[in-house]
């Protein structure tokens, strides 16, 4: 099979600025389609001013839009305001991230946009969306995880709420979600032949992160006094090594479960259902022990070939050497300037 990139011949103008917005655009970019970034020299792209740099803009400013063409434009001014314009004219996808009220304040809301192009898919993404009585409030990642109860079920061993070591809402709720909004949006403009319109809120999308302790929730049980997932069962769970480092088991179903058994030759350890495997039920303390024989390598070695949900830890300096993640090419190469950087290939491969 012939890969390929599916959204080749379409034309996004994109007016993101942060995080979510951008890797988005980023992400369609590397799907095949055109991407024209819009910057105005009043409010330009905030991860430009990131450390560290290279020369003028962060490393993560060029990750992000090295596949994009780029334009500083001021289009609060008539010139500035016509060039865009243009550009909107010809374009399948809109998408922006600013504030309820402040496309409008530019002239290119969505109502103005359609008469300019009457096929546009307009998706704006916000915090927490276009209505609300929050519609209008300030808000980061932090923020949208702490509403969305994520923090609620994320705590240490004294109940205090843990900030994640990586972006939930952004990513998941925003950059992914806006991959699904663009199209979802693109199929309804061919099926309806008319312009539309997607409120995208980060928020909003980041709610079903919480899909099991919701469903719990509605049957009247706790996922914080149950946290099934989240370190109540043995077979389900991290371990330290001989060197320091980690593995992670995630043997949930029983054949796995056994098969772990089978393979650290501990026979008596074999269960008939995870009710028998939660802390406490179980000795976790015999697993920590068990761990602590070998290195992180030495396990991962001994358990490349079998099939019991064991993985290493692996520390963020080692994700891009993986050999796996080579050979699916989950990163590619880009030359900015004098500096070679690491960037993120298509999210999924598609073939022909």
Known sequence: MQQKKPLEGLTVVDFTRLLPGPLGTHLLSQLGAKVIKIESPKRLDYTRFYEPKIDDSSYMFYAMNHSKDQLIVDYE????????????????????????????????????????????????????????????????????????????????????????????????????????????????QKLQNKPQYIDLSLLDATIPLNAIAHSMLQGGASYKQTPILSGMLVNYNVYETSDGKWMALGALEMKFWNGFCDLVDKPDWKRKSELELINGVFPKKDLEALFKTKTRDEWTSLSVDQDTCLSPVLEIEEVTEHQHIKERNVFKKATIKDSTIKTFASPYKTYS
């Open 77 to 188: 001014t008539e010139e500035g305001y016509n060039k865009v314009r243009d550009l909107i004219a010809s374009a399948d996808l809109l998408i922006e991230q600013f504030r309820p009220g402040a496309m409008k304040s530019f002239k290119l809301d969505f109502e103005t946009v359609k008469l300019i192009n009457p096929n546009i898919v307009y998706v704006s993404v916000t915090g927490y969306g276009q209505t609300g009585e929050l519609h209008t409030k300030a808000g980061h990642d932090l923020n949208y995880l702490a509403t969305a109860g994520l923090l609620d079920l994320n705590r240490d061993e004294k109940g205090k709420p843990v900030i994640p070591g990586f972006q939930i809402a952004d990513i998941a709720g925003g950059s992914y979600m806006l991959l699904s909004a663009c199209t979802s949006g693109l199929l309804a």
